[in-house]
């Protein structure tokens, strides 16, 4: 008989960032823990780790002040990419599915990946988000609404921004009913 398999999980941030990484996860930490919190564009190639650093924005502004945020990606191919990253990277964020998580409790640092098509109707933005609530699913307004009770403040990172966000989008109008 074999000895039983040794799994070993980071326990801390598995590795540091590069100067440039590190001043933009300080500088955009920085606005975003001011007071308005502007709206924040991180524009770099691909490669240079915009993912890990937005890992390390959402660590960092979620241990200031408690946050629940919706990461929205452009393909439903990139969600669980997106939340491999978040469980491999994100010390203190928990990466879920957005759909499936509207019955957990809304917590600090949990990160919920869809997509913008996700979210974005005009059925639901008529039915305040609550169109797709019945007896074993909370609705989206629900859920919001219930992590707003809790305190916690939402935040968004939008992957490939200059696709959905303007106001005449559905998703763009989603992101505004959210403020």
């Keep these: 008989m074999s000895a039983p398999l040794s799994i070993t999980a980071p326990q801390g941030n598995t590795r540091s960032p590069k100067a440039f990484q590190a001043e933009i996860i300080t500088s955009i930490c920085r606005a975003l823990q001011g007071q308005p919190r502007p709206p924040c564009l991180l524009r770099s190639p691909t490669g240079s780790g915009k993912t890990f650093m937005l890992t390390r924005v959402l660590q960092q502004v979620s241990a200031q002040q408690p946050t629940l945020w919706l990461w929205f990606v452009p393909f439903v191919n990139l969600v669980a990419q997106t939340i491999d990253s978040l469980d491999s990277e994100g010390v203190g ?53 219930l992590a707003r009770a809790a305190g916690l403040h939402i935040g968004i990172v939008v992957d490939e921004a200059h696709i959905a966000l303007k106001s005449t989008t559905e998703f763009g109008k989603f992101v505004h009913w959210l403020q």
């Design 93 to 145: 964020l928990a990466g879920l599915e957005l759909g499936r998580a509207l019955n957990e409790q809304p917590a600090p640092g949990l990160v919920l990946v869809s997509t913008a098509q996700g979210v974005a109707s005009a059925k639901g933005r008529a039915a305040g988000y609550a169109d797709k609530q019945d007896d074993d699913t909370r609705s989206l307004a629900a859920y919001v609404a």
